[in-house]
């Protein structure tokens, strides 16, 4: 898991560090120093920790005019004991919202297992954004994660898409892409 990076090609467009709106602004990586693990594995030290133990991310993208966020996502997603939406929509979430993002992007690719608690947060997360005609997307989440967040019914409020080339788009054509499935979805 220590190989697996953040997508950095759209580092030259925008850092999270660099973003004073930014949660992350001003934190510093280490490219060599390994410290934060999942399942006992280190990951790479690029990834952003929000107060979870096992499930990290790094935020790729934002865009303020177009209100949108894309945030990718490792580890493994843990309500039932670690109360990760919690943490993520605290930490990371209401400070991106209090900025006007009300749409979100998650590349869950690499989030490997997924515990349910109570939808709560969920559902305060839905409500906060759907107003403003926000959404939320999961983008190319694994088989098995994929039917614990439909088992939960988390799938209501966080819609699974998929898109294997993800990476070929420059973030705006992304954005577009998934906006233009969300509205069908929604609509």
Request: net charge negative; hydrophobic share 35%.
């Amino acid at each position: 898991m220590h190989e697996i990076e953040p997508y950095y090609n759209w580092r030259h467009l925008y850092i999270a560090e660099e973003d004073e709106q930014s949660p992350f602004y001003g934190q510093e990586h280490s490219e060599f120093e390994f410290s934060n693990t999942v399942y006992n594995y280190y990951i790479h030290p690029q990834w952003d920790e929000f107060g979870s133990k096992t499930l990290y991310l790094k935020v790729l993208f934002v865009d303020y005019e177009l209100n949108y966020a894309i945030i990718e996502m490792i580890g493994e997603w843990n309500d039932a004991v670690e109360n990760d939406i919690m943490q993520l929509k605290r930490s990371v979430i209401e400070p991106m919202e209090a900025k006007g993002i009300n749409k979100f992007i998650l590349i869950t690719e690499n989030v490997l297992n997924f515990h349910s608690s109570d939808t709560d947060y969920y559902e305060e997360w839905g409500e906060d954004i759907g107003d403003e005609g926000g959404w939320i997307a999961a983008i190319n989440m694994p088989e098995q994660t994929q039917y614990d967040f439909r088992r939960s019914h988390i799938d209501y409020y966080i819609k699974i898409l998929e898109s294997p080339n993800w990476r070929t788009f420059q973030p705006q054509d992304f954005f577009q892409s998934v906006d233009n499935q969300m509205l069908r979805l929604l609509s």
